[in-house]
């Protein structure tokens, strides 16, 4: 076997035909031909790296060089391998096709040459794909883009004077934003024409959590279209359980039904899409009745739902009263959090009860899922569904483990699309680029940006961070919420469980005072309940009198 050698890829074609080539591929990355295709469809051929379990799709064309230059195993010029490829395989082959495919072949690490890692091999395979997932992300952002300036009445003046093309994501900088008053008040300037042509059209408002509640639109199979990109980043969700039954739990305010405040629709009624049964729910699941945990259960056992969505904090009451009850249960393949962030707490609670993993979806009313948290913890976006930035307070991308507000573009969302859309929510950027994905991916949603608290040297503290000191505590809690009295005073409010003891106020206390620091003064206090926010939603910090300076720092 020959050892590679690189190519001058500035080589003007005509330049190259006498130009020869070593070429192998590695002992561990195979050809594959696919069977039942026609030999003129292209992409039937695959190559399959053992080392990463990546595969790579080729066309005809890329396949009858590589099937030449093994066939043959001798040194060639760039004129013998394509005519080789005419006569041997009937395919036409230009020499920058064939200093085209080297050069990929040597950027995914796929050709024998000097020993690498699989650790490296890994990085340069990943390093190839993100970069064309970005050129697909410019692709598309620009088609839409264009269409955004000549089709709705709200962009043409809004990207007014602005490219409608990008080629790098860098550029999407010098795009305007768009923020929840430019929603509210244009929506009318957001809808396409001919929409009343769509047979599924979904009006939805949002939970009014942050504000006033917002009204959006989506049409046709955007919603399943987009839920089912998110979700087949997580390994746990393949085709089979994509489309099994599921069940939901969460607010009734955010259930999604015709009548949101009432909690107590038939079973018929709450079954959605022929699979998705959203279960009856209350106001508060601090006092989730038990023959209301029942029925669910037994709701559960008739539909047997392959995996549960919920709001954690809801789902928390059910997974306590299935291991205090221990009821026969189907069989359950994963638990998905949603609609705020989920505490560790309710998580353990919810992987315990249910005897399976939960992962974590990021999503917003205005747009559907957006990300999804997968094995290695970070949160990940589909490359054609979105694309989402994390700011600081002048719009500049933060540093890789720091923390800033949240901006999404939607890519596949003809009505009401949002570019530069300014949520209220704040993540942090990934420490370190994934080594699993090249889709782009952040550590961890962080919270409300006003649900912020304050230590008592001014530093911000969000939801997340909060709910990782408290959560160390061992048992006892069953929902709690951190309350900013003034600069140096905070109370812990929480529902207690059966567990609860003078050591865990102890407990409690010392990683609070580990968190806030020394000048701050910190109370525990049981209470009987907590109760959730008009939308529904649990508010795991936030200060009682808000201070502008602190949500003003994004």
């Known amino acids: 076997m020959h050892e590679s050698r690189p190519i001058d890829i500035n080589s003007e074609p005509e330049d190259m035909l006498s130009q020869s080539v070593l070429f192998s591929l590695r002992s561990n990355v195979l050809l594959y031909e696919l069977p039942g295709l026609r030999s003129e469809v292209p992409g039937q051929f695959l190559l399959t790296d053992l080392v990463t379990g990546q595969h790579f799709g080729l066309s005809n064309e890329q396949a009858a060089i590589i099937r030449t230059l093994q066939i043959l195993q001798e040194t060639l010029s760039f004129g013998d391998v394509s005519e080789a490829c005419r006569q041997k395989f009937g395919v036409p082959v230009d020499c920058s096709a064939i200093q085209a495919l080297l050069k990929d072949l040597d950027d995914l690490a796929l050709i024998k040459s000097k020993s690498l890692s699989r650790e490296q091999i890994v990085a340069r395979q990943l390093k190839y794909r993100r970069a064309i997932l970005e050129r697909l992300q ?11 300036k000549t089709s709705l009445e709200f ?8 490219p409608a093309r990008i080629t790098r994501l860098e550029e999407l900088l010098d795009l305007p934003i768009t923020t929840r008053e430019d929603v509210r008040q244009n929506l009318h300037k957001l809808l396409p024409a001919g929409l009343n042509r769509y047979s599924n059209i979904n009006w939805r408002s949002t939970s009014g959590t942050t504000s ?4 959006t639109v989506h049409v046709g199979d955007y919603l399943q279209e987009v839920t089912q990109r998110v979700l087949h980043l997580n390994p746990c969700f393949d085709v089979e359980i994509l489309g099994s039954p599921m069940c939901v739990l969460t607010t009734p305010v955010c259930s999604g039904l015709e009548c949101h405040m009432d909690m107590n629709v038939p079973y018929e009624r709450r079954l959605r899409y022929g699979r998705a049964l959203f279960l009856n729910s209350v106001m508060n699941p601090v006092h989730f ?13 008739k539909h047997q739902p392959r995996y549960l969505y919920c709001n954690a904090s809801y789902a928390a009451a059910l997974a306590t009263y299935i291991l205090q009850k221990q009821p026969k249960l189907p069989r359950f393949k994963t638990v998905l959090t949603s609609y705020e962030v989920t505490s560790k707490i ?19 009313t205005e747009v559907s899922q957006a990300a999804m948290e997968c094995e290695d913890g970070k949160m990940y976006v589909p490359h054609d569904t979105h694309i989402i930035e994390i700011l600081d307070r002048d719009r500049r991308p933060v540093r890789p483990g720091e923390v800033g507000r949240l901006y999404i573009t939607s890519l596949r969302k003809y009505s009401v699309p949002l570019l530069r859309y300014r949520t209220t929510d704040l993540a942090r950027a990934a420490s370190e680029p994934s080594t699993i994905r090249a889709e782009f991916c952040f550590q961890r949603i962080e919270g409300r940006i006003g649900d912020l608290i304050a230590k008592p040297d001014g530093q911000f ?3 997340r961070m909060v709910d990782d000191a408290v959560s160390r505590c061992e048992s006892g809690i069953g929902w709690y919420s951190l309350v900013q009295k003034n600069e140096h005073s905070y109370r812990l409010y929480i529902v207690p469980t059966p567990e609860y003891s003078n050591r865990t ?20 206090e049981p209470v009987k309940e907590i109760r959730p926010g008009s939308s529904g939603k649990f508010r795991l910090c936030y200060q009682e009198e808000p201070q502008d300076s602190l949500q003003n720092q994004f």
Not at 138 to 148: I, N, T
Not at 290 to 301: A, D, F, S, V, Y
Not at 350 to 363: H, K, N, R, T
């Open 138 to 148: 410019c692709d598309h952002l620009s088609s839409l883009l264009q269409w955004m």
């Open 155 to 162: 962009y043409k003046h809004k990207l007014a004077g602005h």
């Open 212 to 215: 006033e509640r917002m009204q």
């Open 289 to 301: 009745p038990e023959e209301k945990l029942e029925q669910i259960i037994e709701e559960m056992r």
């Open 346 to 364: 309710h998580k353990r609670l919810l992987m315990q009860a249910f005897s399976c993993p939960s992962f974590e979806i990021y999503g917003l």
């Open 461 to 463: 503290l969000t939801p």
């Open 505 to 524: 106020e102890g407990q409690l206390s010392a990683l609070l005072a580990e968190l806030l620091g020394p000048e701050a003064m910190i109370s525990v």
